[in-house]
């Protein structure tokens, strides 16, 4: 029974949303063999106010990106 946890930030559409759980499920059949009637995937959308990266978070690096 694989989980799967995709974490992004706020911005996907409903129908990325389900590419991404199909393609997590169809290469966990593909590669292990797994049922996909007992694979779950999970996302998770992060507040880029949560989400860090080199010392920051992403919604400081953006305010930066527009700011230039």
């Given at each position: 029974m ?10 996907a559409?409903?129908?990325?949303k389900?590419?991404l759980?199909?393609?997590?499920t169809?290469?966990?059949v593909?590669?292990?063999?797994k049922?996909?009637?007992?694979t779950f995937?999970i ?11 080199a010392?920051e978070s992403?919604a ?8 230039g």
């Amino acid at each position: 029974m694989p989980y799967v946890n995709i974490r992004i930030t706020p911005g996907a559409t409903d129908d990325q949303k389900a590419e991404l759980i199909k393609g997590a499920t169809d290469l966990l059949v593909k590669v292990l063999n797994k049922n996909p009637a007992t694979t779950f995937v999970i996302i998770d959308e992060v507040e880029t106010e949560n989400w860090g990266v080199a010392g920051e978070s992403v919604a400081a690096r953006n305010r930066k990106a527009g700011a230039g």
